[in-house]
């Protein structure tokens, strides 16, 4: 955990390195439009980030006041089953982590054509009883 000691009056002291890190590492997201949030963990406490996406159906916002909290928000997706990838920097522009979005492929709603059956009958017959 530590990557540097130094002694100082007799003292031991342990240099914690930047970090950055997130409360999840994947959202898994249906086909449909959705907002996510994702807290935000950086040493020292109230070190900066950048956080961005080259994916362009996700639009990274990153709150203020309190950027502890970074929002997603995800298209529809009509499409293939897609990945993206969430990239958070530390302000020590070396340290960072990332949040994968996996979203469900479009298409098949759930809303198929459900209802009364449908009957073949041989050309001149019109009653069926």
Avoid at 25 to 40: F, M, R
Avoid at 41 to 55: D, E, L, Q
Avoid at 83 to 111: E, P
Wanted: a negative charge; glycine letters at 10%.
């Amino acid at each position: 955990m530590f990557n540097k000691m130094f002694i100082a009056q007799n003292k031991v002291y342990a240099v914690i390195p930047n970090s950055i890190s997130t409360n999840v590492t994947t959202i898994t997201a249906p086909n449909t439009i959705g907002e996510y949030y994702v807290i935000i963990t950086t040493y020292p406490i109230y070190a900066t980030y950048t956080a961005g996406t080259v994916s362009p159906w996700i639009t990274v916002v990153v709150e203020y006041p309190d950027p502890r909290t970074t929002t997603l928000f995800i298209e529809s997706n009509a499409g293939a089953y897609r990945t993206g990838t969430i990239n958070f920097l530390h302000q020590d522009g070396i340290t960072g982590c990332h949040v994968w979005v996996n979203q469900a492929a479009g298409g098949y709603s759930g809303m198929g054509m459900m209802g009364a059956p449908v009957i073949f009958a041989p050309i001149g017959i019109d009653n069926l009883a």
